[in-house]
């Protein structure tokens, strides 16, 4: 999996859009972007993935630059709910070697 | 509930004393996973199986950790002699391997204190 690279924390205000930004600038051209939060003391949950398209769903929304070393997820109008550690991991899609290698994420804390 | 089942959710056990956890995969999902998480660090692989076998474990899997997945559904993993450095989360997580493969899903983790 290729190396990514995230601040250790953010702040948000609540309604407020919170754009998390991830470096990835060794990815693979076969390595997707994936993004997993952790509230605190539960299992990682799934938010989304990409590979070179923006791509959004209920959560958020994934934008993925042109040459695919870096990208930012936005979820659009925080809630206090969304205090979370964030991960941003690459990683091939499929295959034998098909497993997630988490750094230590993204802590953001959304304000009231 | 359809997600991944873990079981014990907490555990406290003696120093020196064996413990197993068992998870329950996604229904029909094929490929299922064990990670390890201590404060303050992102979950760490552990081993995964492509229904019953083991096909990769981690150097962190010591000769004291042994997980199997007999029928290709449930799994567990056990700890033998366990020391304080065994207290973490163990999460397990699952997946349906199909050509391009699909995404891994968690649990909520087994938390394990060593006394």
């Known amino acids: 999996d290729a190396k990514t690279t995230q601040p250790t924390s953010m702040d948000c205000a609540e309604g407020r859009a919170a754009n998390l930004p991830c470096n990835h600038s060794?990815?693979?051209?076969?390595?997707?972007v994936y993004w997993y939060r952790q509230i605190h003391s539960q299992g990682p949950q799934y938010i989304i993935h990409?590979?070179?398209n923006n791509e959004t769903n209920e959560m958020a929304s994934l934008i993925i630059t042109e040459d695919r070393k870096s990208s930012t997820l936005i979820l659009p109008h925080a809630t206090l709910r969304d205090t979370a550690v964030y991960y941003c991991?690459?990683?091939?899609?499929?295959?034998?070697?098909?497993?997630?290698?988490f750094g230590k994420g993204t802590l953001l804390t959304v304000n009231p | 509930d359809t997600g991944v089942s873990q079981d014990p959710r907490h555990k406290i056990t003696k120093r020196g004393q064996n413990v197993t956890f068992r998870c329950d995969p996604i229904?029909?999902?094929?490929?299922l996973y064990w990670y390890r998480q201590t404060l303050g660090q992102g979950p760490e692989f552990l081993t995964y199986?492509?229904?019953?076998?083991?096909?990769?474990k981690s150097r962190l899997l010591s000769d004291r950790f042994s997980a199997e997945r007999p029928k290709g559904s449930f799994s567990t993993l056990e700890i033998q002699r366990t020391e304080q450095g065994d207290s973490a989360m163990y999460l397990c997580?699952?997946?349906?391997?199909?050509?391009?493969?699909?995404?891994?899903?968690f649990g909520e983790g087994s938390w394990l204190t060593v006394v």
């Open positions: 997580a699952s997946s349906l391997a199909q050509g391009s493969g699909n995404t891994i899903y």
């Open positions: 991991i690459a990683s091939a899609r499929g295959g034998s070697n098909y497993k997630l290698t």
């Open positions: 229904s029909e999902h094929n490929r």
């Open positions: 060794t990815i693979s051209g076969n390595e997707y």
């Open positions: 199986f492509q229904n019953e076998a083991q096909l990769e």
């Open positions: 990409g590979l070179k």
